[in-house]
């Protein structure tokens, strides 16, 4: 168990709605980070954020925002939603802004559009 | 932008023998370089990282190589087990004040045969 919980694991919902992924980091990390992974893709990096900043962007669409609340929890909301949206998305969390640790990974929330 | 390589895709070894995988980057101030080892259902973690200033580092049978003037790196993992079959990813990434993106490679499936 890597700390960091996201959620819903499964969720699958029709083109041109819009849904909300949320990720709860490990207790004391301060960076979360959203991944795409498609289907036999690698890791599509979409955003970070440390501590309720926004600090990196990605590949992302405009059509996808997040935000990490003074909790520090995170979600990612994806609107408009495509077929190709069907992915798996991931959250990882660090203490360190920096980039130069060891990231977290969650389980993934597995997004399926038809 | 920054980019990863990574390669091979596909890897398939007989147990006992040993696997390499490579990955090159781009940009030339990436400083951590870690390696990813992802399960089926599960999230990456991480599983041995060398930082910019080290040419190699060793854990058990896993071990990271970093040629900075070309620019690649390396993992071999030695006498493979079956549990070894997962999927790898390395990342490349720097701790400046500028941006902050943690890039991953586009994986390579690792199959170990009994």
């Known amino acids: 168990d890597s700390g960091v919980t996201q959620t819903p694991k499964h969720l699958i919902t029709a083109t041109g709605q819009r849904v909300t992924l949320r990720c709860s980091p490990r207790?004391?990390?301060?960076?979360v980070y959203w991944y795409q992974q498609s289907l036999d893709q690698g890791l599509q990096f979409l955003i970070q954020y440390y501590n309720g900043e926004e600090r990196a962007k990605g590949n992302i669409l405009e059509r996808f925002s997040a935000q990490q609340f003074p909790d520090l929890h995170s979600e990612l909301n994806l609107s408009s939603l495509e077929l190709g949206d069907s992915a798996l998305y991931f959250c990882a969390s660090s203490m360190s802004g920096w980039n130069t640790g060891e990231l977290f990974f969650g389980e993934g929330s597995r997004l399926t559009v038809l | 932008g920054e980019n990863v390589e990574q390669h091979p895709s596909t890897l398939s070894v007989q147990e006992g023998d040993s696997a390499v995988i490579k990955c090159t980057y781009s940009d030339s101030a990436s400083n951590y370089f870690p390696w990813y080892k992802q399960e089926l259902g599960k999230g990456p973690q991480l599983i041995i990282d060398i930082r910019s200033n080290v040419g190699e580092k060793k854990d058990q049978r896993i071990a990271v190589t970093l040629n900075k003037t070309a620019k690649h790196f390396s993992l071999h993992i030695t006498e493979t087990q079956p549990e070894d079959s997962a999927v790898y990813f390395c990342?490349?990434?720097?701790?400046?004040?500028?941006?902050?993106?943690?890039?991953f490679g586009t994986g390579t499936r690792l199959k170990v045969l009994a």
């Open positions: 990342a490349a990434s720097k701790g400046t004040s500028g941006t902050y993106k943690y890039i």
């Open positions: 207790s004391g990390d301060l960076s």
